[in-house]
Structure formats: C-alpha cells, structure tokens
C-alpha cells in the first residue's frame, strides 16, 4: 500500500458540490428535478474528515460550489498543476446521462436540459473531458469519488484509458451504471457520502464496519486504502440501500482500483478518530457468523409466506430476526475484539471482450465462503485489468523480463499492459502456446494453463431481423453467409490487435475470402488486404464487440444496414448503451470461425518468492471457485462454486465448454436476444498457427506506414503545452501506435512573419524506438512567439507526403494538433476552398485534433478538411488522447 508522505508530495484534494441550481422544473421546463440541498453537509463533512486523515494538509484541500462550468475548469485545472503526490476529485451534485445511454455528465449551477434525440446538457461538464485533464497532471495517484445519479456510467471512460492512466488513477462510484439514487433529507449528508465520511473518520474494519482496521500500528491507527473503503461502502451501501428504479434494485457502489497494483492511502490514522458513542457490551457467547446465503433464503422464504396462516408466518418472521440478530452481534464483537490481516492482492489479466463478466465474477468471490476464514476474515482481494490481447502475447513471450524489470521506456510492459498478473485469462486458449518463448532466451513467466477450458461462446454474425433470412441461426461457412448479404448490409469486425474475438473473426474473414482457411495457411498482404475490404470502413475499427455493438445505433441508417462479427454472448450483455432505436438482431453461426473458450492460467514469475505459497494457495482457492472444478482448496463443499463462480458466465450468455456446449445459465431463453440454445455443431477452439499468420497478414495488410505529427507552437498554445495532457505530451502517447518498421516525422507549426516556410523540423522522417523518439520532443518541443499558418503547414505536409508516395502506396496520415487560435490564416483569402482541392486530390487522411471541444462541429474548418481528406475530425469533447492513438495505429504497423 503506497504511503504518501505529506510533508514530501503536495497532495490536493478539491471537493466539488452543486446544491442549489438555477434552473428547476417545473417552473423551467428544461431545468434539473430540483435542489440538493444535502450537498452542502457533504462538503463540510469530508472536509473535516479529510483534514483528520494525515494525508492532506489543511491548505490542500478546497471545498467548491462552482458558479458555472468555467468556474469549475479553473479549479481543476489549479488542482492539477498543483499535486505532486495525491490528486483528489469529488463531485457530488446532478448527474445524467444522454438518451443514448453514453457519456456521464456533471450539471454544474446553470445547466439545463434540451431535449431530442440524444438529451444535450447545457451548463454541464462532461466526465470525458474531466478524466483527460486529470490525465495531465504529475500527480503520482490520482482518486476521483463521485456521488451523483447514474456514478456507475463513468467506468466505462476508465476502461477505455490508456494503460499509463489507468495504472494510476483509481475510481470509486457511488452506484451501478444507469441507476438514480436518493439523496436522503436536507439536514444530513447523502447516505452515500455519509457513509464514506463515516469510514474515513472511525476506519474499515472487519465485515466493511467501522473501527480501527488490523494495518492499524497503534491502538488509534486507523489507515484506510482506497480498496478496503471501496470494498466496505459496498459491503455496506449494497445491504442497506436500493436505488430508485422501478421496481428497486441493490444499491451497489462500484470502483476501478489503479492498476498499478499499490492501494493508495486516503486516511493515515495520524490523529485519533473522533469520539465513538458509547460501546455496547458484546453478547456472552457470540452465535456463529451465518451465510448471507441462508439469510437470503429466509428473507425469499418470508416473502413467500406473507399470505400463510399468522402462526407459520411468525415462524418466518422470528427465524428471520434471529439470523440478523447472530449477524449483528458477531460484527459488532469482530468490530471490537477480532483483527484481521491485510487480504493478499491477486492481479488478474483478461481480454477485453470478457472483462466485465470476469469483474462481476471476482466481485462475488470477494465476498464468498470460500474468501473467508473461519474468523470472518478476507482471505484475498482481486485486481482485475486488460489489455490488447496481441500486447499481452507478445509481452509474455517476448517481454517477460523488462516485465518484471523495467529497462527503457521503448519496452515497459508494467506501463503499456499492467502491473504482472498472477492470473491471466485470455478469451481463446490458443494463445497459452502462443504466449510460450519460442526461443532459448531467458524466460520470467512460468505459464501454467488448466487443460481445458471453462466457458464457451462462439463468433456470430448478428444480422439486423430485417436482413435475416428464413430460417436464420444456421450454420454455414461465413463465405456463404456473407454472400447472402451483399447488396442489403455491409460487415463489421472489431479490431484484431485487441481482442481475441477480433482476431478469430479475421481468421474467418481471410478463409471466406479464399485467402486462407481455419488452418494456418497465410493469405499473404495482396490476399489480406481484398478480404479486409470487404469490412472497409471510416475510422478505425471497434476495440470490442460491446463497442461496435453500442456505436451501430447512433445512425439508424447504419443500424439497419450493418452485420456485426461478435461473440455471441454480447448479444446478451451489450445493452448497457441499448436505446429505443436499436435494431434487432438475430445470430447466425459461421463454421469456419473458432470460438472464444476462456481458459484459466496461472502465472509464475521467477525470484518472487516472498510470498510465493500463500500466493499459490490463494490463486488455487480461487480458481477452484470460478471454474467450479470443486470445493475450495480448504475443501469448503461446491456449493458455492456453483453459485458463484460460473454463475456470472451463465447470467452473461456463456455456453458449457464440454459437449455439445448448452447453456450455462438457466432463466432465460437465448431467444430472448436473438440467438439459439442449440443451433447444431458448433465451432471448435482456434489452432495458435492460424491466429498467427492472420495476426502477420493483417499487419502486412496495413502497414508499414507513415505519419506526420504537425504540433501547433503559437503563442496561443501556452496553456495547452505541459504534462501528459499538453500537446507535446498528446504526440508522445500517440506513438504507442507506431511500431520499428513505420516512418514519421514531427513538425513545429509556428513561423515569423515572412519566413521561408511555416514550420519548423522537430524529428526527421525516419524510423525510431518510441523512447528516442519522446527524448527528441522532450528536448525540442517548444512554444514561440509567433503565430501558425494552418494552411501553409497543411499545403506542405500533403505535398511532402505525395512525395514520398511515388515509388510505393503504403498508408499515410497527417495529424495536425492545434487549439484553432490561428483558423483565421486557414479561412481567409479563399484559402479554405484550395485546401479542400488539394485534400481531396492527393487522398492522404487529415486528422484534425482539436484542443478546443467545438473544434468539430458542423461548418468548422477542421471537419471540412478531414472530411475532405477521408481523415477524421477530434475534439476535447471525445477522449482525444485514445482516439488520435487508434487513428495513428491505424495507419502504423504497432509492436509486433
């Protein structure tokens, strides 16, 4: 657990409170429900709260009722530049979230809502925005708290960060994605914050209650980490609490724990908690911990009986109260006279696609039998992350050492995948022998699989109902398949170098197209590229099935005209961004696609021996449970392996991994969402050789590429120039898409009046490791006393790049970062018409990264020349950093 010295780091909390609005129904029809008045009891509380903790000092912490959303930029930005230790965030106020279900947005005092389509929030911060300028901070950890309706939306932005950001920035969210809350009476904070306080000031103890913990060094020590407070406000909220859905759900905190690996202090027991109320005497014997199990079947058993004869009811009733009163009574003589140590911390690496049922899973073995000792106690906590699956095979057949020893920034897998797993769960168990060192070097990691597999769920082709054709849910090959849509719908297929699913549907795509088949032979760059036009499309494509699924909805044209390549279990989960106009679809099975069939590896590293047997038998234990393959390592009974550990896969739409792979859960019918429970044979797993060669094929289909970074240096830009968020800063990341083949180059656009020419030449074009490359700009990168000539730089970029095109047609792009002050030298003179001529003629892709949020709204010049150019157009309103880096991956042939 990482300890911030206060008196070292400047740490800085800014706690964020709107309670009183503007605008409110239903005297302003498009104003907020009402005020939140609450709020104002939350500042004050976990200030003082904070200010007892030892981790901030008094002067570092604000407390803020912004006026407007500049008010609130101003102080965030302040707080940002300022910490060098801890940055923390907390905002408490009017949450929402559009009609499509997408982004979370802060409403700050003036915001009103405009209806349509898609709601439009006036007034309001976008969380989106708020985690890239989080993003450019020195801070060494980052905590974002949010109380808000609909708190749990923003893990989704999370997910999508860059592995660099989400290894330091932990997050905690007062309740599950889609759900409103209650924020209690005017006269106390909301039960949420109240609670929170509540844990800060008296501590986690056993069971999620408060009192002192067993890290505590002393009798009033009493530190609190972000895991065990998020963990306690969802043992607690969740047991207390439901939302305000119809009919009500669990109130359930959720969080995103950094994946670093270090659980980051927010109280360090510096001080003595405030006084306790009076202790209440422990019972002479304490009863025996019961399961939570029995007390729900009690509670399902009484609601099922309220209409027996009085007598059999008050059975129920009093056996009920008896169950939570022995409850009751051992936490409270746990919270007083047991102590408990610090659960071991197992990190799990997965594949993207599965992540989120993973996360449900580890969730519910937290709080198991099988997780909990005889005194009640945790026995481990789970960190579970992902990552590109191509990243994570090439990293531990490759990078195992600079995994666990970080040499240079050109290879640092801790940076760019995770801290090292002591369990990986890659989507399709080909990649164990993939992952494996094919040669005589040194080898970190010691891969140890199960021998099969453990779930099961197979590629389909989910075709719009109206598209279907008779008889739909056959199996064929995916040749035949696609040829019975062309002419009524175009094919989607997420991006190969990131899940496993992709990467399976490639191997597919190039077998239907004559390139190839299942097996290993390889289409070869010419072959590869005819199969992959045929899923040709604008942008770059979908990082997961979940996305590709959620963004064919914003255009109903597309919705209605598109197939998609996924897993078929999304076709249940991926509903999270479902809305109104969502088509439906109906699965068809292609047989010449391998399926996805999760695996369970553990993972050894060399020289970790500290704790290498508790580690061993805490990983085993665990994979016992999830995989039901039989009681836990203490021989508990497998029951709760069958509750618990599969369960989640079965709720999510996984099939079995043996036989004829039925469904693993039961209370629903895969018709429900559009797919079969028997379809016939389906597909077997996919052969390591056939993934790889149409891993090589894909890469030699679209690259080695070339990119030329122009960086706006006016004047203007001052402001937008330091930290990881800063200009320099968005070009350094952005590399991460550029592999040793690729060429780019880096030009300074900022010129005195009358010069030669418009920009100025940071980094030649050529061929660099992504370290050199970051030490160049480092060094170079600077911001002048001058303006940009957005046209003139553009002029010259086309012309160098068609160039250099003559002998050969690799792919190109030109990526021009500016803050839009200078767009005045690009309109003026009929300048803008010319440079649309050009764009369109010489056909090289212009992104346009926008630092200004309205840089790509209709009319601007930076959506006409990316338009015109096949590019795309960015802005701050998107999470720019992680779109220009898929865009330049695009193009790049990345770290194979």
Same mark, same amino acid.
């Given at each position: ?11 800085r ?70 910490a ?21 947005w ?10 349509g ?22 801070a ?30 932990s ?8 759900n ?65 859905r ?20 927010l ?26 199990r ?19 009811t ?45 996360r ?43 995994w ?20 990986w ?33 197979p ?37 190969p ?115 290498t ?79 790889s ?26 402001d ?8 320099p800063?968005? =070009? ?6 550029? *592999?040793a083949? %690729? !060429?780019?180059?880096?030009? $300074?656009?900022? /010129? @005195? &009046? ?41 002029i ?10 003559v ?38 892709? =212009? ?6 949020? *309205?840089?790509? %709204? !209709?009319?601007?010049?930076? $959506?006409?020349? /990316? @338009? &015109? ?6 802005d ?9 880096r ?11």
């Amino acid at each position: 657990m990482s300890r911030p010295e206060p008196r070292r780091k400047a740490n800085r909390a800014l706690l964020v409170g709107v309670p009183e609005y503007d605008y409110k129904q239903p005297e302003r029809p498009n104003g907020v429900p009402g005020d939140l008045k609450a709020i104002a009891h939350n500042l004050t509380a976990l200030r003082d709260a904070l200010g007892r903790g030892g981790v901030f000092g008094e002067d570092e912490i604000v407390e803020s009722q912004p006026a407007n959303v500049d008010d609130f930029d101003r102080q965030l930005d302040a707080a940002v530049d300022a910490a060098e230790g801890v940055l923390l965030l907390y905002f408490s106020g009017h949450g929402a979230v559009p009609s499509t279900g997408a982004e979370l947005w802060f409403l700050m005092r003036t915001a009103t809502i405009e209806a349509g389509t898609e709601s439009v929030f006036r007034g309001a911060a976008p969380w989106k925005s708020v985690l890239t300028v989080l993003g450019r901070t020195g801070a060494e950890h980052v905590v974002v708290v949010l109380d808000c309706c609909y708190a749990g939306n923003a893990a989704a932005a999370w997910d999508a960060l860059g592995a660099a950001q989400r290894r330091r920035t932990s997050l905690l969210m007062s309740v599950q994605a889609n759900n409103r809350i209650d924020a209690g009476n005017d006269d106390t904070p909301t039960p949420f914050t109240a609670r929170l306080v509540h844990f800060l000031n008296e501590g986690v103890g056993p069971g999620g209650l408060g009192g002192p913990s067993a890290e505590a060094g002393g009798e009033t020590g009493f530190p609190v980490g972000f895991g065990k407070l998020a963990e306690a406000l969802r043992a607690y909220i969740s047991r207390h609490e439901v939302t305000l859905r119809e009919p009500p759900e669990p109130w359930e905190p959720q969080s995103r724990s950094a994946t670093s690996g270090e659980d980051v202090l927010l109280a360090l027991g510096a001080a003595p908690p405030p006084p306790s109320p009076p202790p209440i005497p422990p019972p002479v014997v304490p009863p025996p911990l019961p399961s939570w199990r029995r007390v729900r079947n009690a509670l399902k058993s009484l609601g099922a009986r309220l209409s027996k004869p009085p007598a059999r009811t008050l059975a129920v009733v009093a056996a009920v109260l008896v169950a939570l009163a022995g409850l009751t009574a051992v936490g409270l003589v746990l919270s007083r006279g047991s102590s408990c140590k610090p659960p071991l911390e197992l990190r799990l690496l997965t594949d993207p696609d599965i992540e989120p049922t993973v996360r449900k899973a580890a969730e519910d073995y937290l709080t198991s039998e099988t997780n909990t000792t005889d005194d009640g106690c945790r026995r481990s906590g789970i960190t579970v992350y992902s990552a590109g699956a191509a990243d994570v095979v090439s990293a531990f057949r490759d990078q195992s050492d600079p995994w666990q020893r970080p040499t240079s920034d050109d290879i640092n897998p801790q940076r760019d995948i995770g801290p090292q797993p002591d369990i990986w769960i890659p989507a399709s168990s080909a990649n164990v022998d993939r992952a494996r060192a094919t040669t005589d070097q040194r080898r970190w990691a010691e891969l140890v699989p199960d021998p099969t597999a453990f779930a099961y769920s197979p590629i389909v082709l989910a075709v719009p109902q109206a598209l279907a054709t008779e008889g739909s849910g056959r199996t064929s090959s995916l040749g035949e398949l696609m040829a019975g849509l062309e002419g009524k719908a175009e094919v989607r297929r997420t991006d190969p170098e990131y899940t496993d699913a992709g990467l399976l549907a490639t191997v597919g795509l190039y077998g239907a197209h004559g390139t190839g088949n299942a097996g290993a032979e390889k289409a070869g760059a010419a072959g590869a590229a005819a199969a992959e036009h045929s899923v040709a499309q604008l942008g770059p494509p979908s990082p997961t099935g979940a996305d590709l699924l959620c963004v064919l909805p914003d255009d109903d044209a597309v919705d209605d005209h598109t197939a998609a390549l996924v897993p078929e279990f999304l076709m249940k989960t991926a509903v999270s961004c479902d809305r109104r106009t969502r088509a439906r679809r109906m699965a068809e099975y292609p047989d010449d696609v391998p399926a996805l069939d999760p695996t369970f590896v553990r993972v050894r590293w060399d020289d970790a021996d500290r704790d290498t047997s508790a580690r061993s038998d805490e990983v085993e234990r665990f994979h016992h449970w999830l995989t039901g393959a039989g009681g836990g390592a203490d021989g508990k009974d497998g029951a709760d392996a069958a509750q618990g550990g599969l369960a989640e896969f079965g709720k999510d739409g996984f099939r079995s991994a043996s036989g004829d792979h039925p469904p693993l859960g039961s209370g629903f019918a895969f018709s429900d969402f559009g797919a079969l429970s028997a379809p016939g044979p389906l597909t077997r797993s996919a052969r390591p050789d056939a993934m790889s060669a149409a891993l090589t094929d894909y890469r030699d289909a679209h690259g080695p590429g070339r990119v030329l970074f122009l960086l706006d240096s006016s004047g203007s830009m001052g402001d937008l120039w330091k930290g990881p968020g800063g200009a320099p800063g968005i =070009v350094k990341q952005s590399l991460g898409g550029l *592999g040793a083949q %690729d !060429e780019y180059g880096v030009w $300074a656009v900022a /010129s @005195e &009046a009358g010069a030669k020419r418009p920009y100025s030449e940071l980094l030649a074009f050529g061929q660099y490791g992504r370290g050199v490359a970051e030490r160049a700009i480092d060094r170079s990168a600077r911001v002048r006393n001058a303006e940009a000539d957005p046209y003139g730089a553009l002029i010259a970029a086309l012309n160098a790049m068609a160039q250099r095109r003559v002998d050969d047609e690799r792919p190109q792009l030109i990526v021009y970062l500016t803050d839009d002050e200078d767009n005045n030298r690009l309109t003026e003179g009929g300048r803008l018409e010319g440079l649309l001529r050009s764009a369109r003629s010489m056909k090289v892709p =212009v992104v346009m990264a926008s630092l200004d949020s *309205g840089g790509c %709204d !209709e009319g601007k010049a930076d $959506a006409a020349i /990316s @338009e &015109a150019s096949g590019g795309r157009c960015l802005d701050t309103r998107t999470d720019l950093v992680a779109d220009l880096r898929d865009e330049v991956a695009r193009t790049g042939t990345g770290d194979e």
